[in-house]
């Protein structure tokens, strides 16, 4: 019933732009937070920038901070992911994920997308 998917994830340029969109059904998300991870090959997988349901408070890692924008939509109920500025070490696997508020990330009241392949050349 619960669905996560994934869109825009395409081959791009180093220095280019991308904006990942995650389409969430299946339930009222109110009180969750929303998140990004991303896999490349040989890593783990990691993640990239979450949100609170209501917009109110946000999360960077580190590496993508000031280039990556995580906002949310909950009238259409999508979680998008706008990344700019890539660099090749930005390629990978990206996974839509929600859970509760209480929660953690790898538990069984998490929510995860099929995920969709960012490529970005040099």
């Known amino acids: 019933q619960v669905q996560l998917v994934e869109s825009g994830g395409r081959l791009v340029q180093a220095g280019g732009s991308l904006r990942l969109s995650c389409a969430a059904s299946?339930?009222?998300?109110?009180?969750?937070?929303m998140g990004w991870f991303r896999q490349a090959p040989g890593k783990e997988r990691e993640l990239v920038a979450a949100?609170?349901?209501?917009?109110?408070?946000?999360y960077y890692a580190g590496s993508v901070k000031g280039r990556f924008t995580i906002a949310s939509d909950n009238a259409k109920n999508t979680v998008s992911l706008q990344m700019n500025s890539l660099k090749p070490e930005d390629t990978a696997v990206y996974y839509c994920?929600?859970?509760?508020?209480?929660?953690?990330?790898?538990?069984?009241?998490?929510?995860w997308g099929q995920g969709t392949q960012v490529t970005v050349s040099s």
């Open positions: 994920a929600a859970r509760p508020g209480y929660s953690t990330w790898y538990s069984g009241d998490s929510y």
């Open positions: 299946g339930r009222t998300f109110s009180g969750y937070r």
């Open positions: 949100i609170s349901w209501s917009g109110d408070s946000t």
